[in-house]
């Protein structure tokens, strides 16, 4: 006589199909939003071992859960794992602020990920499987930019946040994105019913429960997350009497991993890392956000696929038509939504930044809207703009990007060329 199957096993052969309205189970814990009690705010649980706890549509590690479910599918990955958190606690602490507790400040991430552990204890006990969102660590940053910063006095050697071996110390935070889908869509103001309709359609269907379980609120979407570099105390962060040094920074892999010159990303990033060094060592805080924001959020075939367009169009190259070849390919010049970005800085208590490394008009207006005050913007210096990318730079500025120098007229525009593509 062979042995009954497994819970496992059972899990494997039988599909229950998350849709279906029927599915609303006791044990679900209550999500109120923006409750200043974590355990009246309740805890996001989007594990899989138990189903009937799930209070949330999808899954942890966005994109990544994808590899999992091959994974387990492979047979590699039990699906009844469940995590072993033993000191995996943050290295340093963050918050809570008043910023946690404010339903429209933070839409688009759990401000209690990072000590789920701590504040859902209770829950833990009873067999919940609720797992972080947020994880905070620290690491050593080795970049050859900032040896030669250190090579000519730019930056200082202090044994604290710059070694001797010239490795800079940060504290680092990753971010999944947890969105609460009524206050996303009110950031938007847009409905709630249209917001689910449109991730429901635009995803192929990927999420039938954002049409047939409105009672399900949040969402953890299969996008990339975000990571923040901290150069100084954290506890700094959300000290307006500090002077904080912020860059928000959209993730584009060819400048940023390779040095590709087409666009200034990876010389504004150095730039701003090293302007944060210099300000948490008079005593002030730095701080990196890094969104994974591929291309503008189009992706990068769609970059490389407007890099080609705009190296052939006639006339080659040029910054009149830079955001124009892009709409022709992409139907829109720009996806990355700048609204979410402050939800990262309400998470870290900041309310002032007194020097923000960045020209884009929309990251700006999205984090004074927020209700942080901006003192100062900088510009890239000149001598960081690769040849290749003045196209980009003198178009960004015409659309009303900062800068403190006279705009291209449509004529001049016209005469910043490009490379082109066999040069």
């Given amino acids: 006589m062979s042995n009954p199957p497994t819970s496992a096993q059972k899990r494997k052969t039988h599909i229950v199909l998350t849709s279906h309205p029927a599915y609303i189970y006791k044990d679900s814990p209550n999500i109120e939003w923006g409750a200043k009690d974590p355990l009246k705010r309740g805890p996001v649980i989007a594990s899989m071992t138990n189903r009937k706890h799930r209070n949330a549509i999808g899954t942890h590690s966005g994109s990544y859960a994808v590899y999992r479910a091959l994974s387990n599918a492979s047979g590699a990955l039990p699906p009844e794992h469940k995590p072993d958190f033993t000191n995996t606690s943050p290295v340093d602490h963050v918050g809570p602020f008043p910023s946690w507790s404010d339903p429209e400040k933070i839409v688009s991430i759990d401000p209690w990920g990072a000590v789920v552990g701590d504040v859902f204890k209770e829950y833990y006990e009873k067999g919940y499987d609720i797992r972080p969102s947020i994880a905070v660590t620290k690491a050593h940053l080795q970049m050859v930019e900032l040896y030669d910063a250190v090579d000519k ?20 935070a990753a971010i999944e994105p947890v969105w609460y889908l009524p206050g996303l869509a009110a950031r938007f103001g847009v409905s709630e019913a249209d917001l689910r309709k ?21 969402l953890l979407p299969p996008i990339g997350s975000t990571s923040v570099y901290i150069f100084g105390d954290p506890k700094h962060l959300g000290d307006p009497k500090k002077t904080l040094t912020c860059r928000v920074h959209d993730e584009c892999n060819g400048s940023d991993v390779f040095g590709s010159d087409i666009c200034t990303c990876r010389p504004y990033l150095v730039h701003g890392i090293e302007r944060a060094i210099e300000t948490a060592q008079a005593g002030g805080v730095g701080l990196i956000v890094y969104f994974r924001k591929e291309g503008r959020a189009l992706g990068e075939v769609t970059k490389f696929l407007v890099y080609n367009a705009r190296k052939r169009q006639q006339g080659g190259d040029s910054a009149a038509n830079y955001f124009y070849r892009t709409e022709c390919v992409a139907g829109v010049q720009d996806m ?16 002032k930044i007194d020097h923000l490394v960045s020209m884009s008009d929309m990251k700006y207006n999205a984090i004074t809207k927020s209700g942080i005050k901006v003192n100062h913007r900088e510009t890239i210096p000149d001598e960081l703009i690769p040849a290749d990318a003045k196209v980009e730079m003198e178009a960004k500025k015409a659309a009303g990007y900062f800068t403190p120098e006279t705009v291209q007229d449509e004529e001049g525009l016209k005469s910043v060329q490009g490379r082109k593509l066999d040069e």
């Avoid at 449109?198 to 949040?218: A, C, N, Q």
């Fill in 153 to 172: 006095g730019r930056i200082q050697i202090d044994g604290k946040i710059v070694t001797k071996n010239k490795d800079v110390v940060v504290t680092k």
């Fill in 336 to 351: 990355r939504f700048q609204e979410l970005m402050p939800d990262a800085l309400h998470w870290l208590g900041v309310q």
């Fill in 198 to 218: 449109s991730l429901f359609t635009e995803t192929g269907g990927m999420f039938p429960e954002l049409i047939t379980r409105p009672d399900l609120k949040v």
